[in-house]
């Protein structure tokens, strides 16, 4: 499986972005796919994980309300919608595929390439 994050950027205290993730090759391996972000020095930290076959979600309590992480079969497509954004969600963020339900990292065993988000005040 390979994964290809974009949609980063530069936004003010309380925009949006969009991050998406495209995904190919062995898919139909992945049972769940996630998002997780990392800040220099800390480790990396789950934000929002969905079910491939039945679109359950979960989410980190830091981003609960204001993200949504959604799945486009067809285009075999990840997104992260990021509302209200706050200066503590600047981080580089992850996409990442895993063939079980779960939110731990190490569960995961594709990543993409990360791309970063930064939100000034």
């Known amino acids: 499986v390979q994964l290809q994050a974009s949609g980063g950027g530069s936004v003010q205290a309380g925009g949006s972005l969009r991050l998406s993730c495209a995904a190919s090759g062995r898919t139909f391996s992945s049972t769940v796919m996630g998002w997780f972000r990392q800040v220099p020095g800390k480790e990396r930290e789950f934000v929002a994980a969905i079910s491939w076959n039945n679109g359950v979600t979960a989410y980190a309590d830091s981003v609960k309300g204001r993200f949504t992480i959604s799945i486009d079969n067809a285009k075999n497509t990840l997104y992260l919608q990021m509302t209200s954004l706050k200066p503590e969600d600047t981080a580089v963020y992850y996409c990442?595929?895993?063939?079980?339900?779960?939110?731990?990292?190490?569960?995961?065993?594709?990543w993409g390439q990360g791309t970063k988000v930064t939100v000034s005040s």
């Open positions: 990442a595929a895993g063939s079980s339900w779960s939110t731990r990292r190490g569960a995961y065993d594709y």
